[in-house]
């Protein structure tokens, strides 16, 4: 079974513009969760989308939004960037929405904001 | 959600035993235990989870006392591809609608 790709692996974008990170789930997950980790500090949950339907967030203000599609994919976005949103993003993905089943997490996209 | 307490660092070397400690003090009845490892610049991965007395598979041991106020992951004969940080997470089985809390873990260093 594939595991959870995320794309791009690096960006580097400027204050105030936009970008979008990509996740594709692990084959059978309906569930995508989404973290930011700053370096040097644990992964700091973002929000979940479960059926394509958000059903939690983390405390992260509204320029950060996501979408689900009916293949289970995701995507993230977030506008006005800044300088502080330079982060590693990681994508995790499960069975169910309550992630009994466990969390496989991809291996991120590493931006940077200038 | 009940917060978890971990040492920054930790040294090792190569062939010895790792047991490293969280502590838990407000755990809750339905609250599972559960460890991450993380390499640099990937994903974190499931490595235990647990609810009380022992857990053991072929990565880790998990030790849960019967206050569960604490519990204990054992890395039996370390290599250097051990050399990552650990993450102690204390919370519902799979999160509370996929909020994991992740701390700052552990970093283990294990030398030749």
């Known amino acids: 079974e594939t595991g959870v790709t995320q794309s791009p692996t690096h960006l580097i974008k400027t204050r105030g513009q936009q970008v979008t990170l990509r996740c594709s789930s692990q084959s059978g997950h309906n569930t995508v969760s989404w973290y930011q980790q700053a370096l040097g500090q644990g992964p700091q949950f973002i929000f979940q989308y479960y059926r394509e339907e958000e059903n939690g967030r983390g405390n992260f203000p509204p320029r950060f939004s996501g979408l689900q599609f009916p293949n289970y994919s995701s995507e993230l976005n977030v506008n006005a960037l800044e300088l502080d949103d330079s982060a590693l993003y990681l994508c995790?993905?499960?069975?169910?929405?309550?992630?009994?089943?466990?969390?496989?997490f991809g291996s991120g996209t590493r931006l940077t904001v200038v | 959600l009940a917060k978890t307490t971990q040492p920054i660092s930790m040294d090792s070397y190569e062939g010895q035993e790792v047991n490293i400690t969280c502590s838990h003090n407000n755990i809750a009845t339905n609250d599972y235990i559960t460890w991450y490892q993380q390499f640099p610049s990937q994903g974190p991965r499931f490595i235990i989870q647990?609810?009380?007395t022992k857990v053991t598979n072929e990565v880790a041991s998990l030790f849960i006392p019967a206050d569960r106020k604490s519990s204990t992951l054992s890395l039996p004969r370390v290599s250097l591809s051990d050399t990552a940080v650990y993450y102690c997470l204390v919370g519902l089985r799979g999160g509370s609608q996929g909020n994991l809390i992740f701390g700052k873990g552990t970093k283990l260093s294990v030398k030749p």
């Open positions: 995790a993905s499960s069975r169910g929405g309550t992630g009994n089943y466990g969390y496989t």
């Open positions: 647990g609810y009380k």
